[in-house]
């Protein structure tokens, strides 16, 4: 037989194997959207079924009870003059700062450091178990997290306000989350806590695949390391930072545990959020309508943003490969 002849045989067995070893009727191409149907079903059923239901309520009056009611544009125009509903987006730029900028630029910093110094000088080990450390407050719950927040920020015998009158300093005992001075910015500061582990890990992602011959080569040119972090390590995690940027708005955006566990957007409306806000307005004062408005603002923005950081990061993509 010849070597055409043994090829041809070999390709018509895999081909017929092939065939045997699937059960689903059609083309390789067609048979593995079977697969899919699962996964759609379930986003309808989840996803695309309640944001439709969600936004017909938006333009109904409703309080849970009697059937929705059509009203036009009412709370929209609602909406547009509630000050409280701006207060929450205001509060939200402060979580986007607390949630995004200031643990993406402690972990830029951080993830730099831990790979191309404490990794050095102390090996592998060491620094896995730092970014173990940094990372363990994304390990909790968020109830857990606020519930141990909230006690060391407790009036009453919490945590730091013993500290302050353990070490003679009682006069400076506050009821941090209480007070409309420091509720806002103690919030930010359990937020920062909680968030700086995430970057920190995908930024020790990205950096494994920089090759250390790079560090090394600046070392000997006589870089210092602030002069690494500049040319090597930032460039390198460039789309890491454009997918935690997106990740972390997004998260900032919706805030809802916190908030919830630790202040209800108290005192007064000094931390409340607009998903906080909504959630108080279906439950609580049942104009569930409202509330849909609201979420569906809320949404709309999230898209936007999503949207920009997409077109964003693609036009630096296409500017670095030019």
Same mark, same amino acid.
């Given at each position: 037989?010849?070597?055409?002849? %043994?090829?041809?045989?070999?390709?018509?067995d895999? *081909?017929?194997?092939?065939?045997?070893?699937?059960?689903?009727?059609g083309?390789?191409?067609?048979?593995?959207?079977?697969?899919?149907?699962?996964?759609?079903v379930m986003?309808? #059923?989840?996803?695309?079924i309640?944001?439709? #239901? &969600?936004?017909y309520? $938006?333009?109904?009056?409703?309080?849970?009870i009697?059937p =929705? *009611?059509?009203?036009?544009l009412?709370n929209?125009a609602?909406?547009m003059?509630?000050t409280?509903?701006w207060t929450?987006?205001?509060?939200?730029?402060?979580m986007?700062?607390?949630?995004?900028?200031?643990?993406?630029?402690l972990?830029?910093?951080l $993830?730099?450091?831990?790979?191309?110094?404490?990794?050095?000088?102390?090996g592998? @080990?060491?620094a896995?178990?730092?970014?173990?450390?940094?990372?363990f407050?994304?390990?909790?719950?968020?109830?857990v997290a606020?519930l141990?927040m909230?006690?060391?920020f407790?009036p009453? %015998?919490?945590a730091?306000?013993?500290?302050?009158?353990?070490?003679?300093l009682? %006069?400076?005992?506050?009821? #941090?989350l209480?007070?409309?001075?420091?509720?806002?910015?103690?919030?930010?500061?359990?937020?920062?806590w909680?968030?700086v582990g995430? =970057?920190?890990?995908?930024?020790?992602s990205g950096?494994?695949? !920089?090759d250390?011959?790079?560090y090394?080569?600046?070392s000997?040119d006589?870089a210092?390391? #602030?002069?690494?972090? /500049?040319?090597i390590?930032l460039?390198?995690?460039?789309?890491?930072?454009?997918?935690?940027? /997106? *990740?972390?708005?997004?998260a900032?955006?919706?805030v809802?545990?916190?908030?919830?566990?630790?202040? @209800?957007?108290?005192?007064?409306?000094s931390?409340? !959020? =607009? $998903?906080?806000?909504?959630?108080v307005?279906?439950?609580?004062?049942?104009?569930?309508?409202?509330?849909?408005?609201i979420?569906t603002?809320? *949404?709309?923005?999230?898209?936007i943003?999503?949207?920009?950081?997409? &077109?964003?990061?693609?036009?630096?993509?296409?500017?670095?490969?030019?």
């Amino acid at each position: 037989m010849s070597a055409t002849a %043994n090829t041809k045989k070999h390709v018509q067995d895999a *081909t017929a194997r092939e065939k045997g070893m699937s059960r689903i009727p059609g083309s390789p191409s067609s048979r593995f959207w079977l697969y899919l149907i699962p996964g759609f079903v379930m986003l309808l #059923w989840i996803i695309v079924i309640p944001a439709v #239901w &969600n936004i017909y309520l $938006s333009f109904t009056n409703y309080r849970g009870i009697k059937p =929705p *009611t059509f009203a036009g544009l009412t709370n929209w125009a609602r909406l547009m003059r509630d000050t409280t509903f701006w207060t929450s987006f205001r509060n939200s730029i402060w979580m986007i700062i607390a949630m995004v900028v200031i643990p993406i630029l402690l972990g830029l910093i951080l $993830s730099s450091l831990v790979f191309d110094v404490v990794q050095k000088k102390f090996g592998p @080990k060491a620094a896995s178990t730092m970014r173990a450390i940094y990372y363990f407050p994304q390990l909790l719950p968020i109830a857990v997290a606020s519930l141990v927040m909230g006690w060391i920020f407790r009036p009453e %015998n919490g945590a730091l306000n013993a500290l302050l009158e353990a070490i003679g300093l009682g %006069n400076l005992q506050h009821d #941090w989350l209480g007070k409309p001075d420091t509720a806002l910015i103690f919030l930010m500061l359990i937020m920062i806590w909680i968030q700086v582990g995430y =970057p920190l890990v995908i930024f020790m992602s990205g950096l494994q695949r !920089v090759d250390p011959e790079l560090y090394e080569a600046a070392s000997l040119d006589g870089a210092n390391w #602030w002069q690494r972090f /500049l040319a090597i390590t930032l460039p390198a995690i460039k789309p890491e930072i454009f997918v935690v940027a /997106l *990740t972390c708005t997004i998260a900032a955006l919706k805030v809802f545990g916190p908030v919830y566990m630790l202040t @209800k957007g108290g005192p007064g409306t000094s931390t409340i !959020v =607009p $998903s906080y806000y909504s959630y108080v307005q279906f439950f609580q004062s049942q104009q569930v309508g409202y509330g849909a408005a609201i979420a569906t603002a809320l *949404t709309i923005v999230i898209i936007i943003v999503a949207v920009v950081f997409t &077109n964003l990061q693609e036009k630096v993509a296409k500017e670095d490969e030019e």
